[in-house]
């Protein structure tokens, strides 16, 4: 707990020996409520399990409220859209651990509080996994209309090698165009396929609801946590937690999104996907 100065580092070392983070709050407060957007997305959470960099991501879009820290309560996040993070995912390693919460706002120095719940008695087996997660993002990404066209550019969330379960992912996505941009369908390649195992109908489809989005709505399960008018530039974003769903893969597995519109334009596209695997 303490001030965190620009381009500054705040981190804390966990018990050593098998253990497990069961409940992860990081709290920032006492800065100037203008600058909420730009300084919670300009934080960010690296965690390093068992001296593996497994987290890498905004502190905005880690704890599930994508590039506007989102208000949410639902399965595994809680956060208060002020400053209050909460994350539930259990996060187990087998002899040490640390996080670090890192102000890269340039001229803001809030007050960080990080407070991690560590199970101490949990048992390291050999099909235990890390837990990870994974930031991306691009801007003025080409949006296309012509659906019968080979030309459609695909945008990746996730490439990952190995063997584990995707538990989740939340996208942002600024769109400037005036219609919809969410024609693109979800391609999700596991192992070996040379055909997406998993092959959606359209990004609000994926997430849980359907037609363009117009209202905010949130769920045990996610949902989509900001829907403003579809006047340019206009923002989304969308939260999916597989609680139940799962995506299990043995070698490897490719998350991507087709880029198509109701009508031409660009967006920019951010997400985090998060993940146990057997490293």
């Avoid at 704890?63 to 956060?79: E, L, V």
């Amino acid at each position: 707990s303490g001030w965190l100065d620009s381009d500054s580092t705040m981190t804390i070392s966990l018990p050593n020996g098998n253990a497990a983070i069961r409940n992860l709050r990081v709290r920032v407060g006492k800065y100037d409520p203008e600058m909420r957007e730009s300084l919670l997305r300009r934080m960010s959470v690296e965690i390093y399990f068992d001296g593996i960099k497994c987290v890498d991501a905004p502190l905005s879009d880690f704890f599930g409220g994508g590039s506007d820290a989102a208000q949410i309560n639902s399965w595994y996040f809680t956060n208060d859209g002020k400053g209050t993070f909460d994350t539930r995912f259990v996060m187990p390693y087998r002899d040490s651990a640390r996080i670090c919460i890192k102000n890269l706002s340039g001229d803001v120095q809030p007050k960080v509080d990080i407070i991690a719940s560590v199970d101490t008695d949990f048992e390291w087996h050999t099909n235990t996994m890390h837990f990870h997660a994974q930031y991306r993002a691009d801007e003025d990404l080409p949006l296309s209309n012509d659906y019968e066209g080979d030309n459609i550019m695909e945008w990746t969330v996730a490439d990952i090698r190995g063997k584990g379960i995707v538990k989740g992912d939340v996208l942002s996505v600024t769109c400037n165009t005036n219609t919809w941009y969410g024609e693109g369908d979800e391609k999700i390649y596991v192992d070996s396929d040379t055909f997406p195992s998993y092959f959606g109908t359209g990004h609000e489809d994926y997430y849980n609801t359907s037609y363009a989005p117009v209202v905010r709505f949130e769920n045990a399960y996610g949902g989509c946590l900001l829907a403003e008018s579809n006047m340019m530039p206009y923002r989304n974003i969308w939260l999916r937690t597989r609680n139940l769903d799962g995506m299990i893969f043995n070698s490897s597995l490719k998350f991507n999104w087709e880029l198509e519109s109701w009508d031409p334009g660009t967006a920019d596209y951010s997400s985090v996907l998060w993940w146990y695997a057997l490293d």
